[in-house]
């Protein structure tokens, strides 16, 4: 048949964002494209039009079936944020999800045969509208991936798609696919039962209507053409045909009362252990599938919509939703204030230092594409390093993320050297040597002596002041700090450090430069631990204190863990090193005063050669001794090293709440100094740097939503007991005053 025109499905004031036209031999194309934004989002105009999308393809005797496809880069990235936001009442959100449902149920009740063709990004919405389609056709593309990841806002699936993923897939793919948001590549997805094909991108459109036109023909609107859809789509999951041993395994946990009662009892544990209750969102996906399980689609569905209307306008998913806004922000943000400085090209970039942080930044930096030349002192420190990056490649290959082609093309982008060579064209150069400024100063000295004079040197230091290593260079308008964290390929932050000298075109670049390593880059002023270093050392620092008073070791661990950090202050000591923890302590001491005084403590540990997970003495137990349980358990003879009885108790708020202000107001003193540019970049350097719970939205948000009148009540009354390591930031005090916020209403 031929083409017809394309037929507008558009409400008469808004722009169109779903057209129909037709293609071939029947088949109507659906082309998603809102012209008022670089992605598909599915608001209520989407909704609309989607559903008059849905009527010209039922009236029209001349179409048999649809294609859907978008005219985007992506398919459809999810529910319009903004929308979600501005809702207040729970009423509302659930009213919206009940809506939705309706207009996606109604794709799959169509006499007419509709397929998804995807690719890029089918997220949240975009990919519960493909679910509810017929069939899924996945392109080839390594872009393109499939997810639910609401449960990343706080929020669940509103859509029914966790239930037709438990349709497909089974629901023990759909427990893992609503607690985690993962994405889901292509291949893997149609291994799971989430897709009918994968091809190539450009046959996408051609297998989609192919695949149309089957079902149009092989199925019909008769009872026996129904009931050939239903054997068809049965022989497409493998353990309604062979007792394998995935077969037995589903039907022992998923097919019986018993087998779904431990699977959700497992679950919920998990859950709530990773948790610990912070996130109701992980309780409702389960709740919602569990009854699906036991009572079906409709009943599932219902406690759906009252689930995602409670959780859109919680705490919770306030807090998550503003954090996602604020990294959305940040890769708009060029760093620097005036429109007019654009980032220079970085074609070239040089490594120093073949450790675990140099070698993360080659990672990183190969990975966005850019050649990296590793330089270290000896052959030893460069196969170091080339190993590690080697390694990280390999478990790409071994997750399916990377071809063994991919891999050893992006290995080909990384060489070393011990000395100098291949620098002299390097635009930027990445400086990751010891903690020491001495070392640092020569090392820029010797870089400036072979660099092009325009090369950006970037100090991967994370205490020292930029400002004293600038100090050697003859160019130190292109000297500035490139803070990355451990492990740096898994780490999302990137602290980028500006002296009063840094030229504003550098700091462009090295901002550049980190969003094309995949990072969420802050800017902040210089200064001694320049902000995440800064409010991490009296964090630390408090929990040594009450560590000195007898407090066991996990009793601290636990306190901060359950108010929402992924690892406790003393395992995190071990982890980052007790040597360097000192060292950083040392220095931020020496310019801060009494009022970062490390603890005796500290020195002890030192004397006695514990350094933490590095060389099996720390907080915890590590290697052999451990048996198997390696960093899980207390090493008792810490507390004979440090001359204590573990016998000291503190309720757990107490814990939580000396250590959590003593970071919190430290945030509140790099603020007022100009440390920061914004309350935001300090929320998430504090959530993606350090940990800072998510949920409670960072350090400023903390306060916002305590109230500063609160926390300053509080910070006072330990600077009352433990002296001046309390003092209240003057900005908290001038808040408090005069009932301010750091963000509005």
């Given at each position: 048949?031929?083409?017809?025109?394309?037929?507008?499905?558009?409400?008469?004031?808004?722009?169109?964002?779903?057209?129909?036209?037709?293609?071939?031999?029947?088949v109507?194309?659906?082309?998603?494209?809102?012209?008022?934004?670089?992605?598909?989002?599915?608001?209520?105009?989407?909704?609309?039009?989607?559903?008059?999308?849905?009527?010209?393809?039922?009236?029209?005797?001349?179409?048999?079936a649809?294609?859907?496809?978008?005219?985007?880069?992506?398919?459809?990235?999810?529910?319009?944020?903004?929308?979600?936001?501005?809702?207040?009442?729970?009423?509302?959100?659930?009213?919206m999800?009940?809506?939705?449902?309706?207009?996606?149920?109604?794709?799959?009740?169509?006499?007419?045969?509709?397929?998804?063709?995807?690719?890029?990004?089918?997220?949240?919405?975009?990919?519960?509208?493909a679910?509810?389609?017929?069939?899924?056709?996945?392109?080839?593309?390594?872009?393109?991936?499939?997810?639910l990841?609401?449960?990343?806002?706080?929020?669940?699936?509103?859509a029914?798609?966790?239930?037709?993923?438990?349709?497909r897939?089974?629901?023990?793919?759909?427990?893992?696919?609503?607690?985690?948001?993962?994405?889901?590549?292509?291949?893997?997805?149609?291994?799971?039962?989430?897709?009918?094909?994968?091809?190539?991108?450009?046959?996408?459109?051609?297998?989609?209507i192919?695949?149309?036109?089957?079902?149009?023909?092989?199925?019909?609107?008769?009872?026996?053409?129904?009931?050939?859809?239903?054997?068809?789509?049965?022989?497409?999951?493998?353990?309604?045909?062979?007792?394998?041993?995935?077969?037995?395994?589903h039907?022992a946990?998923?097919?019986?009362p018993?087998?779904?009662?431990?699977?959700?009892?497992k679950?919920?544990?998990?859950?709530?252990?990773?948790?610990h209750?912070?996130?109701?969102a992980?309780?409702?996906v389960?709740?919602?599938?569990?009854?699906?399980?036991?009572?079906?689609?409709?009943?599932?569905?219902?406690?759906?919509?009252?689930?995602?209307?409670?959780?859109?306008?919680?705490?919770?998913?306030?807090r998550?939703?503003?954090?996602?806004?604020a990294t959305t922000?940040?890769?708009?943000?060029?760093?620097?204030?005036?429109?007019?400085?654009?980032?220079?090209?970085?074609?070239?970039?040089?490594v120093?230092?073949?450790?675990?942080?140099?070698?993360?930044?080659?990672y990183?930096?190969?990975?966005?594409?850019?050649?990296?030349?590793?330089k270290?002192?000896?052959d030893?420190?460069?196969?170091?390093?080339?190993?590690?990056?080697?390694?990280?490649?390999?478990?790409?290959?071994?997750?399916?993320?990377?071809?063994g082609?991919?891999?050893?093309?992006?290995?080909?982008?990384?060489?070393?050297?011990?000395?100098?060579?291949?620098l002299?064209n390097?635009?930027?150069?990445?400086?990751a040597?010891?903690?020491?400024l001495?070392?640092?100063?020569?090392?820029?000295?010797?870089?400036?002596a072979?660099?092009?004079?325009?090369?950006?040197?970037?100090?991967?230091?994370?205490?020292?002041p930029?400002?004293k290593?600038?100090?050697?260079?003859?160019?130190?308008?292109?000297?500035?700090?490139?803070?990355?964290?451990?492990?740096?390929?898994?780490?999302?932050?990137?602290?980028?450090?500006?002296?009063?000298?840094t030229a504003p075109?550098?700091?462009?670049?090295a901002?550049?430069?980190?969003?094309?390593?995949?990072?969420t880059?802050?800017?902040?002023?210089?200064?001694v631990?320049?902000?995440?270093?800064?409010?991490?050392?009296?964090?630390?620092?408090?929990?040594?204190?009450?560590?000195?008073?007898?407090v066991?070791?996990?009793?601290?661990?636990?306190?901060?863990?359950?108010?929402?950090?992924?690892?406790?202050?003393?395992?995190?000591l071990?982890e980052?090193?007790?040597?360097?923890?000192a060292?950083?302590?040392?220095?931020?001491?020496?310019?801060f005063?009494?009022?970062?005084t490390?603890?005796?403590?500290?020195?002890?540990?030192l004397?006695?050669?514990?350094?933490?997970?590095?060389?099996?003495?720390?907080?915890?137990?590590?290697?052999?001794?451990?048996?198997?349980?390696?960093?899980?358990?207390?090493d008792?003879?810490?507390?004979?090293?440090?001359g204590?009885e573990?016998?000291?108790?503190?309720p757990?708020?107490?814990?939580?709440?000396?250590c959590?202000?003593q970071?919190?107001?430290?945030?509140?003193?790099?603020?007022?100094?100009?440390?920061?540019?914004?309350?935001?970049?300090?929320?998430?350097?504090?959530?993606?740097?350090?940990?800072?719970?998510?949920?409670?939205?960072?350090?400023?948000?903390y306060?916002?939503t305590?109230?500063?009148?609160?926390?300053?009540?509080?910070?006072?009354?330990?600077?009352?007991?433990?002296?001046?390591?309390?003092t209240?930031?003057?900005?908290l005090v001038?808040?408090?005053?005069?009932?301010?916020?750091?963000?509005?209403?």
């Amino acid at each position: 048949m031929s083409a017809a025109p394309s037929v507008s499905a558009a409400s008469a004031s808004a722009p169109t964002i779903v057209s129909v036209s037709l293609a071939t031999q029947g088949v109507a194309v659906i082309t998603l494209d809102d012209p008022s934004s670089p992605v598909n989002t599915i608001t209520e105009e989407f909704g609309f039009q989607l559903g008059a999308a849905l009527d010209r393809v039922e009236s029209d005797p001349a179409i048999v079936a649809a294609v859907m496809v978008s005219g985007k880069s992506d398919f459809v990235v999810g529910a319009n944020i903004e929308m979600l936001k501005a809702i207040k009442f729970s009423s509302d959100a659930e009213r919206m999800a009940r809506e939705l449902s309706v207009r996606l149920g109604r794709i799959r009740r169509s006499g007419k045969p509709v397929v998804a063709a995807v690719h890029g990004q089918a997220l949240g919405g975009g990919f519960e509208l493909a679910l509810a389609c017929h069939a899924i056709v996945l392109s080839n593309d390594k872009k393109t991936q499939v997810a639910l990841p609401e449960v990343k806002l706080g929020l669940i699936p509103g859509a029914n798609g966790l239930l037709r993923v438990a349709e497909r897939a089974g629901l023990q793919v759909a427990i893992d696919l609503g607690l985690t948001g993962r994405n889901v590549r292509a291949a893997k997805a149609k291994a799971l039962g989430l897709a009918e094909e994968v091809c190539p991108l450009p046959l996408l459109r051609a297998v989609a209507i192919q695949r149309a036109l089957a079902l149009a023909s092989s199925t019909g609107n008769s009872d026996a053409a129904r009931a050939n859809r239903a054997k068809a789509k049965k022989a497409e999951h493998p353990f309604h045909l062979s007792l394998d041993a995935k077969t037995i395994a589903h039907i022992a946990l998923e097919d019986n009362p018993l087998g779904r009662r431990l699977l959700f009892k497992k679950a919920r544990e998990a859950a709530r252990k990773k948790s610990h209750g912070h996130y109701p969102a992980t309780t409702r996906v389960l709740d919602v599938l569990e009854m699906f399980g036991r009572k079906g689609f409709t009943a599932a569905a219902e406690l759906e919509a009252k689930c995602f209307g409670e959780l859109v306008v919680s705490e919770t998913s306030h807090r998550l939703i503003e954090m996602f806004f604020a990294t959305t922000g940040l890769k708009k943000d060029s760093g620097v204030d005036d429109p007019n400085v654009a980032p220079r090209t970085v074609d070239r970039v040089g490594v120093l230092g073949g450790g675990l942080m140099g070698a993360g930044v080659a990672y990183v930096t190969i990975n966005a594409g850019i050649p990296v030349r590793l330089k270290d002192k000896d052959d030893v420190g460069i196969g170091r390093g080339l190993k590690y990056v080697r390694g990280i490649l390999d478990e790409r290959v071994k997750k399916k993320q990377l071809t063994g082609v991919e891999r050893d093309q992006l290995f080909a982008r990384l060489t070393g050297a011990t000395d100098f060579s291949g620098l002299r064209n390097a635009e930027l150069v990445v400086e990751a040597v010891f903690e020491d400024l001495a070392l640092k100063q020569a090392v820029l000295r010797e870089v400036e002596a072979v660099t092009r004079p325009d090369c950006i040197f970037a100090s991967n230091t994370s205490s020292i002041p930029i400002g004293k290593i600038a100090a050697a260079s003859a160019h130190p308008e292109t000297v500035l700090g490139m803070h990355y964290f451990s492990p740096v390929h898994k780490m999302p932050l990137l602290e980028v450090v500006r002296t009063e000298k840094t030229a504003p075109w550098a700091l462009a670049t090295a901002v550049a430069l980190g969003k094309k390593q995949g990072k969420t880059v802050i800017v902040v002023n210089d200064g001694v631990g320049f902000y995440t270093s800064r409010i991490l050392a009296p964090y630390l620092n408090e929990a040594s204190h009450m560590l000195a008073e007898g407090v066991p070791v996990e009793a601290i661990d636990h306190a901060m863990i359950d108010w929402g950090f992924p690892v406790g202050p003393l395992k995190l000591l071990d982890e980052v090193g007790i040597d360097v923890g000192a060292h950083v302590g040392e220095i931020v001491h020496a310019a801060f005063g009494d009022r970062l005084t490390p603890p005796s403590a500290t020195s002890r540990l030192l004397a006695d050669n514990r350094k933490g997970r590095k060389n099996g003495r720390g907080f915890y137990v590590y290697g052999a001794a451990a048996g198997g349980r390696s960093g899980k358990e207390v090493d008792s003879s810490i507390y004979k090293a440090l001359g204590i009885e573990p016998r000291g108790k503190l309720p757990i708020e107490e814990i939580q709440m000396r250590c959590a202000l003593q970071l919190v107001n430290e945030a509140l003193l790099c603020f007022g100094e100009g440390v920061l540019r914004s309350a935001r970049d300090g929320d998430v350097g504090a959530v993606l740097g350090l940990g800072f719970p998510p949920f409670r939205g960072g350090p400023f948000r903390y306060v916002d939503t305590i109230g500063a009148a609160e926390i300053l009540r509080r910070t006072q009354s330990y600077a009352d007991r433990f002296g001046r390591r309390f003092t209240p930031a003057p900005v908290l005090v001038d808040m408090a005053k005069k009932g301010e916020r750091f963000y509005p209403r």
